[in-house]
């Protein structure tokens, strides 16, 4: 079965703290994603890689960078936590390529920044 | 933004057909249409995606209009496990892109 995981389902940090989320696939897949989600403002992609060492920059990418060092693993980091990046974060996964096209989520971090 | 509407929610008994509509008036030729479904508290899942012919899998059957204007997921026979979010999303297919979330619509299943 296909998997995407995710470090930690809940998570409390403090304003200042530095924050890694980590994701790992089982996939082989090429490209990973990280998302944000909030109420009344749905999915919103925060940095994407499709190669391993490469990254690129979504929609909201202030506050965050992003580590892929292995083709399985993308990592987000927060430099420095705010209240305003509490949210539930998603990671993604996949491999382009007919016929299913699909992203492959996990399940989720609830992060939480006091 | 979206390219696609949705209405906000939905219900539907158990057993019965869930019949769930999308516009997306302004797709492309090289667009596809896909659906996504997010039950409470899990990631997002993939369900069906198509052109313009209808397609059907183990999930699901979609129903694309010959215009493309418009399209309809259909869960034949729907259980209290399907009451979720459903998203429609238009996107060229079989590349990097992100997939852009509109609000969705709630299909509330009840016995």
């Known amino acids: 079965d296909v998997k995407v995981t995710q470090s930690s389902r809940y998570l409390v940090k403090r304003t200042g703290e530095k924050v890694f989320l980590e994701c790992v696939q089982d996939?082989?897949?090429?490209?990973m994603f990280w998302y944000r989600q909030d109420p009344g403002l749905g999915l919103r992609l925060i940095y994407f890689s499709y190669d391993v060492k490469m990254k690129e920059k979504g929609d909201i990418p202030e506050g965050y960078s992003v580590s892929r060092e292995k083709k399985e693993r993308f990592s987000l980091i927060l430099e420095s936590a705010s209240t305003n990046q509490t949210s539930m974060y998603l990671c993604?996964?996949?491999?382009?390529?007919?016929?299913?096209?699909?992203?492959?989520f996990g399940p989720g971090t609830r992060l939480t920044v006091t | 933004d979206a390219k696609t509407t949705q209405p906000t929610s939905m219900d539907c008994a158990e057993g019965r057909a869930a019949n769930l509509p999308c516009n997306h008036s302004t797709i492309s030729g090289n667009e596809y249409v896909y659906w996504y479904r997010q039950i409470h508290s899990q990631g997002p899942q993939y369900i069906i995606h198509g052109l313009k012919n209808n397609e059907t899998n183990e999930m699901a059957s979609l129903i694309i209009t010959e215009d493309r204007k418009s399209s309809t997921l259909i869960l034949p026979h729907a259980t209290l496990r399907d009451t979720a979010v459903y998203y429609c999303i238009v996107r060229v297919a079989y590349n990097t892109d992100k997939l852009i979330f509109g609000t969705g619509t709630r299909l509330q299943v009840f016995p």
């Open positions: 993604a996964s996949s491999s382009p390529g007919p016929p299913r096209d699909e992203q492959y």
């Open positions: 996939m082989d897949h090429e490209n």
